[in-house]
């Protein structure tokens, strides 16, 4: 415990037993399969390797083209095959394809989140960590960016990342978004982290505040640990990887 603060989730990838049950390997699969949106990794003596591999299929192409996608949630729901009733509503005429029953492992509400990451400078790739709204109704669906990085926005001494917030369907939100240039190589290992407070928000890169926000989302949001591919590599140069270390939260202790 640190004065008010205690850690409650504490990811290092060293517990393969453990990891089906902090994790959902599957990316938003209520608008998709199961099986079309399951996520390719291993887990390495340097944490984890989130991969896009050659024979991967795209996630969901009815929806969202050809893009692929490995991803880890904390979090998933749905409502019934047919209906509009699903986590993250990225364009306005989705519909379930399959219906998800709801798993919460870890969905926080306030505290401190951390991540200690390397980045992927292929110019065909996003890596990211997402805080989204649990979205028992439609307005718990704001979005807290802790990182985005896209390959073709890093170089060997400097790079963009993007942190804020999104809104969706929260109108108690409205967008707060940049991509701030960071000096150094954001292929190597680098401590991102965001404090959230019901005064607003406070993101953070190797210690550092680079941005601050007066907007706090006031309900549960579940973590999505990202990489996509936008499209295929001609040069077939597989997996693609996005290397995570650890991701470490922090509760306030008023909240258990």
Request: proline share 7%; aromatic share 10%; with cysteine.
């Amino acid at each position: 415990m640190i004065g008010d603060r205690e850690l409650v989730f504490d990811e290092r990838f060293d517990d393969p037993a453990g990891f089906g049950k902090r994790w959902i390997p599957h990316y938003l699969p209520q608008w998709s399969s199961r099986e079309r949106t399951r996520a390719r990794w291993r887990l390495a003596h340097d944490g984890l390797h989130l991969l896009i591999e050659a024979d991967q299929e795209p996630w969901a192409p009815e929806w969202d083209g050809g893009i692929r996608v490995s991803n880890l949630q904390t979090g998933v729901r749905s409502g019934p095959i047919g209906s509009r009733d699903g986590q993250h509503r990225f364009r306005p005429d989705l519909v379930v394809r399959e219906a998800q029953a709801e798993r919460w492992a870890w969905t926080p509400q306030r505290g401190r989140i951390e991540i200690r990451a390397a980045a992927n400078a292929d110019p065909r790739t996003m890596v990211g960590l997402w805080l989204i709204g649990v979205e028992r109704t439609p307005e718990e669906s704001g979005e807290i960016c802790l990182l985005e990085i896209f390959g073709g926005e890093i170089h060997a001494d400097r790079g963009m990342i993007g942190m804020g917030v999104h809104p969706f369907a929260d109108p108690a939100l409205t967008d707060d978004f940049e991509k701030i240039e960071i000096e150094g190589d954001l292929t190597a290992m680098h401590d991102y982290a965001v404090e959230w407070t019901p005064e607003g928000l406070v993101f953070e890169v190797d210690g550092v505040v680079v941005k601050t926000s007066a907007q706090s989302p006031s309900y549960p949001m579940q973590l999505m640990l990202d990489v996509f591919e936008f499209e295929p590599d001609p040069e077939g140069r597989y997996p693609k990887e996005f290397v995570v270390e650890r991701v470490r939260g922090w509760a306030p202790v008023s909240s258990r």
